[in-house]
């Protein structure tokens, strides 16, 4: 059974840092892209960053670039996702999510996680 | 950045009602369009895939269709467990963008 934890979430002030972590298991972690899909309460969801399979190859939205940086360590079936210069607008449910079959980043997603909530303010 | 816009917003209808739901991307996204559902208080949950395809596990009600910029999520028959909100999903271009939602609920 496909399993996705994420925790490190939080409260933080603006201008800090967080480090969200997602641990895996059911399934061979290394052969799939992983991401990070956040949800502001009340709201839609916002697709935030993405990495291929291998770690090498990460992808970010445009409103996170430069602040945050995915990352993955294969080798303990864990998710990262480092935040940092924390906005009072990255207060979101930060989920992690699989990636499907067949894709190298650019993925729909068939899991997900429950989620970690991440609140910025003072 | 290819925006994806749903309609409507909110859907009511009863049980056993047929629901049609919209989703139209600023450019075309070919068939790279994928159909999520969310219930309160649950991570999204994945129906449809590369516009026409449902995931492993969705009852055969679910159906989707459209390629290009047009693109429909139908409930042949809504179910008590179908009311929630409907999200479609572009991988088309970078970055992967979701569209805002429609909440089907009981009308």
């Known amino acids: 059974e496909v399993q996705l934890l994420e925790s490190g979430g939080g409260l933080v002030q603006p201008g800090g840092s967080l480090r969200l972590s997602c641990a895996a298991s059911?399934?061979?972690?290394?052969?799939?892209?992983m991401s990070w899909v956040r949800q502001a309460p009340g709201k839609g969801l916002e697709w935030v960053s993405a990495v291929r399979g291998s770690g090498v190859g990460t992808f970010y939205a445009d409103s996170v670039k430069g602040r945050f940086t995915i990352s993955r360590d294969n080798s303990k079936n864990t998710l990262y996702l480092q935040m940092n210069s924390l906005r009072g607008e990255d207060t979101a449910l930060y989920y992690c999510?699989?990636?499907?079959?067949?894709?190298?980043?650019?993925?729909?997603?068939?899991?997900w996680g429950q989620g970690t909530l991440v609140t910025v303010s003072s | 950045e290819i925006v994806l816009t749903q309609s409507p917003a909110t859907l009511s209808l009863s049980p056993g009602e047929r629901a049609t739901l919209s989703c139209r991307a600023s450019q075309s996204v070919s068939s790279y369009l994928a159909w999520y559902q969310q219930k309160p208080g649950q991570a999204p949950r994945l129906l449809i895939y590369d516009a026409s395809n449902r995931a492993t596990g969705i009852p055969a009600r679910f159906s989707g269709s459209g390629s290009g910029t047009d693109f429909t999520l139908t409930i042949s028959s809504l179910e008590p467990e179908d009311f929630a909100v409907y999200y479609c999903q572009q991988r088309a271009n970078w970055p992967l963008t979701f569209g805002p939602g429609t909440t089907v609920d009981i009308k």
């Open positions: 059911g399934f061979t972690f290394a052969r799939y892209a």
């Open positions: 999510a699989k990636g499907g079959a067949n894709c190298g980043g650019d993925c729909y997603y068939d899991y």
